[in-house]
C-alpha cells in the first residue's frame, strides 16, 4: 500500500501541531523561568533574615558588657510582702490622722531576699523615718505617693548597698553583689 498524498488539509494540521508544541515550549520556559524566580527571591529572603538576625541578635556569652548581659538574661519578677503593714501617726490641724500602707518589693534575683530578710530591721525603720516626716496632705496626691514610692526605694537601695559592700570590705564576700529591688509596691495605701 502506498501512503495517500499529502494534501493541504494534512500539511496545515502539521503546522499547527508545530506551532502548538512551539507554545507549549514557550509555556513550558517561562513557567520554569517563573519558578526559578521564585526560588531565586525565596533563597535571597532567607538569606537577608539569617544576616538581620545574627546582626539584631544579642552577642553570645563572653561578649558585650554586663548590662547587655543582664538584660538578655532577666530573670522573672520575685515579689517580697513587707508584714507587717506600716502604720503612722499624723497630727493634722490638732487632729489625729493615720496612714496604714502595705508594702511589697519586686527584685529579680532570689539570693536578694536573704539579704532582705538579714536587713529587715534597718530597711523597716528607714521606711517608718521617712513615712513620718511626710506631710499628710501632700500624700493624699497621686504625685505626692510616686515621690514617696521613689524616696522609698531609694532609702531601700542605700541600705542594701551599704551592707553589700560592709560584707564586700569584711572579706566575707569577694565582692558586693549588684542584685538590687527594683520597685516598691503600695498593695494597700489608706489614709484617715
Known amino acids: 500500500m502506498a501512503a495517500a498524498p499529502k494534501t493541504k488539509n494534512d500539511t496545515a494540521n502539521a503546522a499547527a501541531n508545530a506551532d502548538a508544541a512551539a507554545d507549549a515550549k514557550k509555556k513550558k520556559k517561562k513557567l520554569f523561568l517563573i519558578i526559578g524566580l521564585a526560588v531565586v527571591l525565596i533563597a535571597v529572603s532567607i538569606g537577608g533574615t539569617v544576616v538581620a538576625l545574627k546582626i539584631l541578635s544579642p552577642a553570645p556569652a563572653g561578649e558585650g558588657t554586663e548590662a547587655e548581659h543582664a538584660k538578655a538574661t532577666l530573670m522573672p519578677a520575685i515579689y517580697y510582702e513587707m508584714t507587717p503593714n506600716f502604720t503612722i501617726n499624723f497630727n493634722v490641724n490638732g487632729r489625729q490622722r493615720y496612714l496604714q500602707a502595705a508594702i511589697t518589693l519586686m527584685y529579680r534575683d532570689p539570693l536578694l531576699e536573704e539579704l532582705l530578710k538579714l536587713h529587715m530591721p534597718a530597711i523597716r525603720n528607714g521606711l517608718v523615718m521617712l513615712l513620718s ?20 526605694l531609694e532609702i531601700i537601695r542605700n541600705q542594701l548597698q551599704k551592707e553589700q559592700e560592709a560584707l564586700a570590705a569584711s572579706g566575707k564576700s569577694e565582692e558586693a553583689s549588684p542584685a538590687n529591688v527594683e520597685q516598691v509596691l503600695f498593695t494597700n495605701f489608706v489614709m484617715q
Open 133 to 152: 516626716a511626710k506631710n499628710f496632705d501632700e500624700l493624699q496626691t497621686n504625685e505626692g505617693k510616686e515621690a514617696l514610692r521613689a524616696e522609698a
